[in-house]
């Protein structure tokens, strides 16, 4: 659970920023949404492979 301690005098906008950041940061809606339906261990590990070749790719480029 996400807690956000609002300062004395801190603008409430200023605090919800900050909530939505550190929400954002946490990834709590990915981890929601990935678990409304389940994934075979070897579609995730898939997954993973692409991700890194993407990354890998991506890397190269920028180093030329």
């Not at 709590?28 to 997954?47: A, D, N």
């Amino acid at each position: 659970m996400l807690r956000i301690v609002v300062k004395e005098g801190e603008n409430i906008d200023r605090a919800l920023k900050r909530y939505k950041r550190k929400f954002k940061n946490v990834r709590q809606m990915q981890e929601l949404r990935s678990r409304k339906h389940y994934s075979k261990k070897s579609v995730l590990r898939r997954e993973e492979i692409k991700k890194a070749q993407y990354k890998q790719k991506f890397l190269r480029e920028q180093a030329e």
